[in-house]
């Protein structure tokens, strides 16, 4: 049983490695019209590409991949984390409001431009600054009800203040002159296609530190999800380990969110297919879904691309719902009980 | 006898009224300690006090002869190891992982077990008679089995000193004796520390060496189980009719309950 545990990570790794591989290949190729050869891409990456393919794939689709890559390994961690913190299996980086938090300042900064910085970088800061004050706005009201903080209360903390700022983002949205209005609601429902070097130099370096920082909390959040008292019962600081992920994950929710916008159901597909093949170790789902989570965004910023190029690109939070949802809804039916909750 | 606790003076109070108040007691290494009383009487709050889980309003609790206020939750988990009333656990951990749990206060938060960690982890499901099933997934299983795990856990956290929260409440009556049996051998054979918190007066009277009975928020009798257990402090705490016996057949002590006072 041990030795067939470890050959099931050991393939999952494997096959998950593959598929981002193949994944990172076929979003490099998109040519708009056209689709390069992966001789072509390959030719280009290492510099021996043509002028033309040169720009295609290093200038216009590699910014893109290799935020992709930080975003939804980004999501999926945090997703996993979340949902071992609260014990909760919708738990998701957005439960506490980040994401509409990131929506409010980024419609705020195309509805209120300051005219010394550029909309651009202004757009992503506001939100970035926005969502991690939701976050301690929620964490600070389910403190106020007590000295302890009960998993409850955050989460319904975290629903009512959501619900809040999103209706105030939607009368933004309402009120904006038409021409900012686009803005507003493509950014709300994800993009990967304004992804530049210098967003990624500030959005990576978070992304990278704080996955890293929840892989090492993964053997006391296995505590955790037994339960508080269990959890300090074997020496964990339950009060300050959870405080200290809240923050490390609205860190990273809010360098993917805006840069990237809401792109949903990463952080809660990801974490339960994975739980579903290897268990619920989260020393083993935290890794793979930092895998999981860049292959499956790039599978959808691919299919954005390609599946109607009538339409052009389509937003890639449209995509992962759509493939989402229905995946998840399949293990809800089918699964329920090996999942666990 | 060595101490391996002492609380001194110790208060505790939950949204301004008292729970416990001026509880003084010290636990000799290798004894078992009942703390008895009727439910809601603040025994699950006292324990609770003992590894830090809830900090006292006054007072302190000394372990090894350092106050646990001065030390981490790891280092205390290192030293005392608890056995909690509740044990539902969603989540399908198998019985081994559940087990290895029990090394985390032995380990940095990001390295693998150790021959060792897995060695203790051996013997504690073999002690538990668990071994045959620690493939087992933990959300499949009974209360009382799960509660064997949890024993499990805590053999595997290798402690000085094992609270029990009502270690017999979800037990099956054969099962209550297997637990106890097997607590009370590591109390004799490793010298480990027991205090047991319960309203269990027969099981009390039979496995302890020492009885605390709470009452009104304080002690209100600790000794030998003869000396607390007598018919006038049940009634006074428990409101029942009993009496403590010798029960030769198996040379301990027994409770017997004729009946409550209730309405006489």
Same mark, same amino acid.
């Given at each position: 049983?041990?030795?067939?545990?470890?050959?099931?990570?050991?393939?999952?790794?494997?096959?998950?490695?593959?598929?981002?591989?193949?994944?990172?290949?076929?979003?490099?190729?998109?040519?708009?019209?056209?689709?390069?050869?992966?001789?072509?891409?390959?030719?280009?990456?290492?510099?021996?590409?043509?002028?033309?393919?040169?720009?295609?794939?290093?200038?216009?689709?590699?910014?893109?991949?290799?935020?992709?890559?930080?975003?939804?390994?980004?999501?999926?961690?945090?997703?996993?984390?979340?949902?071992?913190?609260?014990?909760?299996?919708?738990?998701?980086?957005?439960?506490?409001?980040?994401?509409?938090?990131?929506? %409010?300042?980024?419609?705020?900064?195309?509805?209120?431009?300051?005219?010394?910085?550029?909309?651009?970088?202004?757009?992503?800061?506001?939100?970035?600054?926005?969502?991690?004050?939701?976050?301690?706005?929620?964490?600070?009201?389910?403190?106020?009800?007590?000295?302890?903080?009960?998993?409850?209360?955050?989460?319904?903390?975290?629903?009512?203040?959501?619900?809040?700022?999103?209706?105030?983002?939607?009368?933004?949205?309402?009120?904006?002159?038409?021409?900012?209005?686009?803005?507003?609601?493509?950014?709300?429902?994800?993009?990967?296609?304004?992804?530049?070097?210098?967003?990624?130099?500030?959005?990576?370096?978070?992304?990278?530190?704080?996955?890293?920082?929840?892989?090492?909390?993964?053997?006391?959040?296995?505590?955790?999800?037994?339960?508080?008292?269990?959890?300090?019962?074997?020496?964990?600081?339950?009060?300050?380990?959870?405080?200290? %992920?809240?923050?490390?994950?609205?860190?990273?929710?809010?360098?993917?969110?805006?840069?990237?916008?809401?792109?949903?159901?990463?952080?809660?597909?990801?974490?339960?297919?994975?739980?579903?093949?290897?268990?619920?170790?989260?020393?083993?789902?935290?890794?793979?879904?930092?895998?999981?989570?860049?292959?499956?965004?790039?599978?959808?910023?691919?299919?954005?691309?390609?599946?109607?190029?009538?339409?052009?690109?389509?937003?890639?939070?449209?995509?992962?719902?759509?493939?989402?949802?229905?995946?998840?809804?399949?293990?809800?039916?089918?699964?329920?009980?090996?999942?666990?909750? | 006898?060595?101490?391996?606790?002492?609380?001194?003076?110790?208060?505790?109070?939950?949204?301004?009224?008292?729970?416990?108040?001026?509880?003084?007691?010290?636990?000799?290494?290798?004894?078992?300690?009942?703390?008895?009383?009727?439910?809601?009487?603040?025994?699950?709050?006292?324990?609770?006090?003992?590894?830090?889980?809830?900090?006292?309003?006054?007072?302190?609790?000394?372990?090894?002869?350092?106050?646990?206020?001065?030390?981490?939750?790891?280092?205390?988990?290192?030293?005392?190891?608890?056995?909690?009333?509740?044990?539902?656990?969603?989540?399908?951990?198998?019985?081994?992982?559940?087990?290895?749990?029990?090394?985390?206060?032995?380990?940095?938060?990001?390295?693998?077990?150790?021959?060792?960690?897995?060695?203790?982890?051996?013997?504690?499901?073999?002690?538990?008679?668990?071994?045959?099933?620690?493939?087992?997934?933990?959300?499949?299983?009974?209360?009382?089995?799960?509660?064997?795990?949890?024993?499990?856990?805590?053999?595997?956290?290798?402690?000085?000193?094992?609270?029990?929260?009502?270690?017999?409440?979800?037990?099956?009556?054969?099962?209550?004796?297997?637990?106890?049996?097997?607590?009370?051998?590591?109390?004799?054979?490793?010298?480990?520390?027991?205090?047991?918190?319960?309203?269990?007066?027969?099981?009390?009277?039979?496995?302890?060496?020492?009885?605390?009975?709470?009452?009104?928020?304080?002690?209100?009798?600790?000794?030998?189980?003869?000396?607390?257990?007598?018919?006038?402090?049940?009634?006074?705490?428990?409101?029942?009719?009993?009496?403590?016996?010798?029960?030769?057949?198996?040379?301990?002590?027994?409770?017997?309950?004729?009946?409550?006072?209730?309405?006489?």
């Amino acid at each position: 049983m041990k030795g067939n545990k470890t050959a099931r990570v050991t393939a999952t790794a494997m096959v998950l490695a593959v598929i981002l591989f193949v994944f990172v290949m076929m979003d490099l190729s998109w040519a708009g019209t056209r689709t390069l050869s992966l001789g072509e891409v390959w030719d280009a990456l290492i510099g021996k590409g043509t002028w033309a393919n040169d720009i295609i794939v290093n200038t216009q689709n590699l910014p893109r991949v290799v935020l992709g890559i930080f975003v939804g390994a980004g999501l999926a961690v945090t997703g996993a984390v979340m949902q071992a913190v609260f014990r909760n299996p919708l738990a998701t980086p957005y439960i506490l409001g980040l994401s509409s938090g990131a929506s %409010l300042g980024a419609a705020l900064a195309v509805l209120i431009p300051v005219s010394f910085i550029p909309l651009t970088l202004m757009q992503p800061m506001l939100a970035f600054v926005l969502c991690f004050c939701t976050m301690l706005l929620v964490y600070s009201i389910s403190k106020s009800s007590g000295s302890m903080i009960k998993t409850e209360t955050l989460v319904l903390a975290g629903v009512a203040v959501s619900s809040l700022i999103t209706a105030v983002v939607s009368l933004l949205t309402y009120i904006a002159p038409s021409e900012q209005m686009g803005s507003i609601v493509f950014w709300s429902m994800g993009s990967l296609g304004n992804a530049t070097w210098e967003k990624i130099a500030f959005a990576a370096p978070i992304i990278a530190v704080g996955i890293f920082v929840m892989v090492c909390q993964s053997r006391n959040l296995n505590a955790m999800m037994l339960g508080d008292a269990h959890a300090m019962d074997l020496g964990v600081d339950v009060r300050r380990i959870r405080l200290f %992920l809240l923050v490390i994950s609205s860190l990273v929710v809010a360098a993917a969110v805006s840069f990237a916008g809401t792109i949903g159901f990463i952080g809660l597909v990801i974490p339960h297919i994975f739980r579903l093949i290897l268990g619920p170790d989260n020393r083993l789902v935290i890794p793979i879904s930092v895998i999981g989570g860049s292959a499956f965004i790039l599978m959808c910023d691919y299919i954005s691309h390609v599946v109607a190029p009538l339409y052009g690109v389509l937003p890639i939070g449209v995509v992962t719902a759509i493939i989402g949802a229905p995946f998840f809804i399949y293990l809800l039916c089918t699964k329920k009980k090996a999942i666990g909750w | 006898m060595v101490n391996a606790m002492e609380v001194k003076d110790l208060s505790y109070s939950y949204a301004g009224s008292n729970v416990l108040e001026d509880i003084c007691l010290t636990v000799g290494k290798g004894e078992i300690l009942g703390i008895l009383g009727p439910n809601g009487g603040g025994k699950t709050t006292l324990l609770k006090n003992l590894n830090k889980n809830l900090s006292p309003r006054c007072g302190c609790v000394l372990v090894d002869g350092t106050d646990i206020a001065d030390l981490s939750k790891k280092a205390i988990a290192s030293k005392v190891a608890v056995v909690p009333q509740t044990n539902e656990v969603n989540f399908s951990f198998t019985v081994r992982e559940i087990v290895e749990m029990g090394r985390m206060p032995f380990q940095e938060s990001f390295r693998g077990s150790s021959t060792s960690d897995s060695e203790i982890v051996d013997r504690a499901l073999e002690q538990t008679g668990l071994t045959g099933m620690q493939e087992r997934l933990i959300n499949t299983m009974s209360g009382g089995e799960r509660q064997r795990v949890i024993i499990a856990r805590a053999i595997a956290q290798t402690p000085q000193i094992l609270l029990m929260d009502e270690p017999t409440l979800h037990l099956d009556i054969s099962k209550q004796f297997d637990s106890l049996n097997l607590v009370t051998k590591l109390a004799r054979d490793n010298g480990m520390t027991v205090v047991i918190v319960s309203h269990d007066l027969a099981m009390a009277a039979r496995y302890c060496d020492r009885i605390i009975m709470i009452h009104n928020h304080r002690i209100h009798a600790m000794g030998r189980p003869e000396e607390v257990l007598t018919p006038e402090n049940m009634r006074t705490v428990f409101n029942v009719d009993a009496d403590l016996f010798f029960d030769e057949k198996i040379g301990k002590n027994t409770v017997i309950l004729h009946d409550s006072y209730n309405g006489n």
